[in-house]
């Protein structure tokens, strides 16, 4: 039974330039949420995705977007990179009327 | 609005040691709340939920327990082991929100000496 899976691993990014992060959840899991961890610090939530729309959302702004696909897998676009967007990305997922969250190994993203 | 704060930010102990992670919220009104692990670099690893209705829960060496009215949780690992050093971070699942907002805390570093 695979993970969370997110990719890439790593990724280095120009100010200004744009990303996109994706993750296919866990199998039989069909709500994605999208964490920022900033080195030293615990992670933070951005958003939360389920049925393809975006139901919830953190303290962040709109250059911050994401998608879910019919497949339940998601994406996360930052636009307009700043250096303050350096951070490790982590995709959770969970199934409808459950619980524990489970996440992935992560996106390294540097923004220089 | 949700705090969470973990106390201490690292602990270096001697294999073998038992020891206590503590975490603390600010708003009693959880829905439940998770212990991860998180090795450099690396995802999170579950390692235990309490639900609010309960008052602990125990996997192996890790026991977890809930108190809500004084907004605590604490981790026990008994028997350490070098292969435990990692950081440990606590998230409560509040009420009022959708399920899927975890509040973390920054995470206590754990070092077991051999």
């Known amino acids: 039974d695979a993970g969370v899976t997110q990719s890439p691993t790593h990724l280095i990014k120009t100010r200004g330039q744009q990303v996109t992060l994706r993750c296919s959840p866990k199998?039989?899991?069909?709500?994605v949420s999208w964490y920022q961890q900033a080195l030293g610090q615990g992670p933070q939530f951005i958003f939360q995705?389920?049925?393809?729309?975006?139901?919830q959302r953190g303290n962040f702004p709109d250059r911050f977007s994401g998608h879910q696909f019919p497949n339940y897998s998601s994406e996360l676009n930052v636009n307009a990179l700043l250096l303050g967007d350096s951070a490790l990305y982590l995709c959770a997922s969970r199934r409808v009327g459950g619980d524990e969250q489970y996440f992935g190994p992560g996106t390294r993203l540097t923004v220089t | 609005k949700q705090e969470v704060t973990q106390i201490p930010a690292a602990l270096s102990v001697p294999e073998g040691e038992n020891l206590v992670l503590n975490c603390s919220f600010t708003d009693s009104a959880i829905y439940n709340l998770q212990w991860f692990r998180q090795d450099p670099g690396k995802g999170l690893t579950s390692l235990l939920l309490i639900q609010s209705s309960q008052r602990e829960q125990t996997s192996g060496r890790l026991n977890a327990s809930l108190d809500k009215s004084s907004g605590r949780s604490t981790l026990y690992i008994a028997a350490s082991q070098p292969g435990d050093s990692a950081t440990y971070l606590c998230a409560a699942n509040s009420l009022g929100g959708s399920q899927g907002n975890l509040i973390f805390g920054k995470g206590t570093k754990l070092s077991v000496k051999p």
């Open positions: 995705y389920y049925e393809e729309e975006e139901r």
């Open positions: 199998s039989g899991h069909d709500t």
